[in-house]
Structures are given as C-alpha cells and as structure tokens.
T-cell receptor, first 116, second 114 residues
Framework: EPEVTQTPSHQVTQMGQEVILRCVPISNHLYFYWYRQILGQKVEFLVS????????KSEIFDDQFSVERPDGSNFTLKIRSTKLEDSAMYFC??????????????FGPGTRLTVL | AQSVSQHNHHVILSEAASLELGCNYSYGGTVNLFWYVQYPGQHLQLLLK??????LVKGIKGFEAEFIKSKFSFNLRKPSVQWSDTAEYFCAVNPYSSASKIIFGSGTRLSIRP
C-alpha cells in the first residue's frame, strides 16, 4: 500500500538556523498538507497546498514558514529562522482531492524537530 | 471557534473489555468525521471515517463509531479489546466548508493490560 514518507525522522538544530523538512506524498495525490504536534499538545494544521499554491494556512504559518514542491515528488516545509517553540513533531499528509467532500488525508511518520 | 473534545486522556482496560472513547465537536455546519490511531512508534493511521449515510460506520480491526448529529458526537467503540489495541486515538473533524483543514482532538491514550 502506498505511503507518505518523511525525512529526516529526527532533526536537531540551533536556534536561528534554517531547516527544511522533506516529504514524499502518495504518488497520485494532488493535495498536500503540513501539521505539527508540540509535545503533549494537539495535532495542529499548518498549511495545505494544491496546484503549486497554498490553498489554506493557519495563524501559526507565519512568514518564517514556507512550502514548496520543488519537483514532481517532494513537498518541503522550510522554517527560515527556527525558534525554541518550533520544537515539535511535524507531519506531512496528502490526499487525492476527491470531490463531494469525501477526501481522506494520509499521514507520514513525522519528523521530530528539536531546536536548541 | 471549531474544536474537538476527547473526554478521556488515558484509558486503561483489561483484554476482552469493551471500549468506548468519547468525542464531541463544535461546528454548526456539515462535517466529515475521522478516527485516527497512532500505535507506539508508528505514524497516524486512519481507523474509520464518516462522510454521509449510515451514521454507524465500521472501520479496521473491529472498531466502529456512531455519528449522533443532535449530540455533535462521534464516539468510538470496540466490543472486545486486545493487547495490540494499545495506542493513541485521535478524533478529527474536517469542516465541509474547509476542504483541507482537519481539526484534531487532544487524543486518548489507550493502555490494555494483558
């Protein structure tokens, strides 16, 4: 069964550094998403992406964050200058974009980001 | 604001016991409803989903959930749990007006005593 994959599984970085988290969505999916889960808190929506554009973003997704689909397979989340509070598990998800409100998102294993 | 509430943070059961995990959501419009499961060390997996039709939906591994619109609830049930059901369970809502965003509950950790 096809799966969403993410690399790396764990990233440690210094405050102020840029990080890029990578995701390979399921191959025939059209919609891509990033979520994050700070330790002990809920999974929170960050951004959705369709047709090479952001289709929706949350208030968390400020100018420090950006997303890109640099080629036909990867979907990346960049954090420009990391802060301590960016430490979290970041989940990528993808969906086929089915009509009629029946779309289902499939999640990757996550990247644990630790900002020191 | 839209939100999802899961009433139990941690549930401990013995094998063969029956399970019911509560979930309520706050949203006035049409919603899609999901239960995701995260087994230890693994990623979020879809357990079951409700889009429309029969409010009692069956998922994988013997789980089912009932959508009660009047109560804004989508409780998860299993008649007889197994040790392998030990995991974290997340209720989630996708407001129909937002085709993309999923709103998650805080999760319920289920521990099964062998």
């Amino acid at each position: 069964e096809p799966e969403v994959t993410q690399t790396p599984s764990h990233q440690v970085t210094q405050m102020g550094q840029e990080v890029i988290l990578r995701c390979v969505p399921i191959s025939n999916h059209l919609y891509f998403y990033w979520y994050r889960q700070i330790l002990g808190q809920k999974v929170e929506f960050l951004v959705s992406f369709y047709n090479n554009e952001i289709s929706e973003k949350s208030e968390i997704f400020d100018d420090q964050f950006s997303v890109e689909r640099p080629d036909g397979s990867n979907f990346t989340l960049k954090i420009r200058s990391t802060k301590l509070e960016d430490s979290a598990m970041y989940f990528c998800a993808s969906s086929a974009g089915l009509a009629g409100g029946t779309d289902t998102q499939y999640f990757g294993p996550g990247t644990r980001l630790t900002v020191l | 604001a839209q939100s999802v509430s899961q009433h139990n943070h941690h549930v401990i059961l013995s094998e063969a016991a029956s399970l019911e995990l509560g979930c309520n959501y706050s949203y006035g419009g049409t919603v899609n409803l999901f239960w995701y499961v995260q087994y230890p060390g693994q990623h979020l997996q879809l357990l079951l989903k409700y889009f429309s039709g029969d409010p009692l939906v069956k998922g994988i591994k013997g789980f089912e959930a009932e959508f009660i619109k009047s109560k804004f609830s989508f409780n998860l049930r299993k008649p007889s749990v197994q040790w392998s059901d030990t995991a974290e369970y997340f209720c989630a809502v996708n407001p129909y007006s937002s085709a993309s965003k999923i709103i998650f509950g805080s999760g319920t950790r289920l521990s099964i005593r062998p």
